[in-house]
């Protein structure tokens, strides 16, 4: 049964995954600087009897494994290769060894484990119809995204895909268990940066400067009544400012103050409604006060919708290959994700992989310098997203 054969050979590939996983988390690299992480992909698919595509939006890597009428169907399945600017403070012999950068997003775990579900899928290629396209992207943690750059790019054609499948850890879900929801999962993403211009001058005589340190401080109050008297409160939404710089001092007003912060949104149309209220507050606030509000936005993500007829196809497949009980609903989060871009051009869904486990420790959420995951995920992810893959090919 080739249910039986992709478990099978998801254990005897484990200790290979497990060792590829621990070259890229010692060896990370940033966004769109995945120079040696795509190399270590592409000749992993090389080795396998593949011919991938390199350089795809830079750095990205894109194989279709062909089954048995190749043409039939196309299923993609993706995994992200960037790192973050953390520095890692685990004790762990795979430990980063460039300074100030990290997986600790856990996308060493994305790519090793798709590696080696195309390990899988390459030897089991004549049992099942249709093509398995791979996508190994760069740059999901920095803007413009790199699933966007790849769709440009053509990553979505040439075989188009019926339907795209993207994995994610979880360190609030328990190793051996993965979580799904139908419908929509994540927000859109959008990076808010002011710059508040005033006049500065000498503590002591603030009536002669024009103060941008108590304009920033009416702003970012401000601001918040856009979220709490302008959206829905049935429609979730937050307006973050985790950085301010003003570079004065306990008697210096200083020119200029700068905050920078992120707006998340469920609904496109609230999405462009909100960035035009916090652009008219912001610059309406700063002149009403005597000052200058500059307001620049860099626009991210769009809201992940997971498809609820594929959602439900391959949370089915995750049951059969890892019985109900370790099958689990997950919420609804304010996290944002660039695999949004393909769920706005082809059916989605994006699942979480279970990481965690108490009795070793693991237990730190993603973006923080202890992340870490229990390496037992690695056992059955290939071959469940192979799993996945094969069962969507065989939907009619």
């Known amino acids: 049964m080739l249910l039986d054969k992709i478990r099978k050979l998801s254990q005897q590939y484990a200790p290979e995954v497990i060792g ?8 990370p690299e940033l966004s769109y600087k995945e120079f040696n992480t795509a190399k270590l992909v592409a000749e992993r698919l090389k080795n396998f009897g593949l011919n991938p595509v390199e350089g795809v939006a830079g750095t990205g890597v894109v194989v279709v494994i062909e089954g048995k009428s190749p043409r039939k169907k196309t299923v ?29 997003c856990g996308h060493d775990v994305h790519t090793s484990s798709l590696l080696g579900t195309a390990k899988i899928l390459s030897e089991l290629k004549n049992e099942f119809e249709g093509s398995a396209k791979l996508i190994f992207q760069p740059g999901e943690e920095k803007n413009p995204g790199g699933a966007s750059m790849m769709i440009a790019e053509g990553v979505l054609e040439n075989p188009k895909p019926s339907a795209i499948i993207g994995q994610h850890v979880m360190p609030l879900v328990p ?32 009536e002669l400067a024009i ?20 959206a829905s409160p049935k429609q979730p939404t937050v307006l973050t400012f985790g950085k301010i710089a003003a570079e004065g001092a306990t008697n210096i007003i200083p020119d200029e103050v700068k905050i920078s912060g992120t707006f998340r949104a469920l609904n496109e149309v609230w999405r462009e ?14 002149e009403s ?52 871009y393909y769920s706005h051009q082809v059916p989605a869904s994006f699942y979480r992989l279970g990481t965690r486990n108490e009795a070793k420790g693991i237990t730190s959420y993603v973006h923080t310098p202890t992340f870490d995951i ?23």
Not at 20 to 27: A, E, G, Y
Not at 84 to 91: A, D, F, K, M, V
Not at 278 to 283: G, H, L, N, R, S
Request: proline share 3%; net charge negative; aromatic share 6%.
């Open 20 to 27: 590829w996983r621990r070259h890229l988390h010692s060896n």
């Open 76 to 104: 993609a399945l993706r995994a992200d290769m960037d790192a973050l600017p953390i520095q890692e403070t685990n004790s762990v012999e795979y430990k980063s060894q460039n300074a100030g950068v990290m997986h600790a």
């Open 175 to 206: 190793v051996g268990k993965v979580g799904f929801r139908e419908g929509m999962y994540m927000a859109s993403s959008d990076e808010i940066y002011l710059r508040v211009i005033g006049k500065g001058g000498h503590g002591a005589a603030p």
């Open 211 to 230: 103060d941008p340190v108590v304009i920033a401080s009416h702003i970012i109050i401000a601001l918040q009544q856009i979220i709490s008297r302008n």
């Open 273 to 286: 409604e909100g960035l035009q209220k916090i652009k008219k507050m912001a610059e309406g606030l700063a």
């Open 289 to 340: 006060m005597g000052g200058k509000c500059e307001v620049k936005i860099s626009r991210g993500y769009p809201y992940l919708e997971n498809n609820p007829e594929l959602t439900q196809r391959i949370r089915q497949a995750a049951e059969e290959y890892l019985g109900k009980e370790n099958v689990v609903d997950i919420e609804l989060t304010l996290g944002s994700e660039d695999f949004a």
């Open 374 to 396: 229990d390496e037992d995920a690695l056992r059955i992810s290939t071959g469940l997203m192979a799993w996945m893959a094969v069962k969507e090919l065989m939907e009619k």
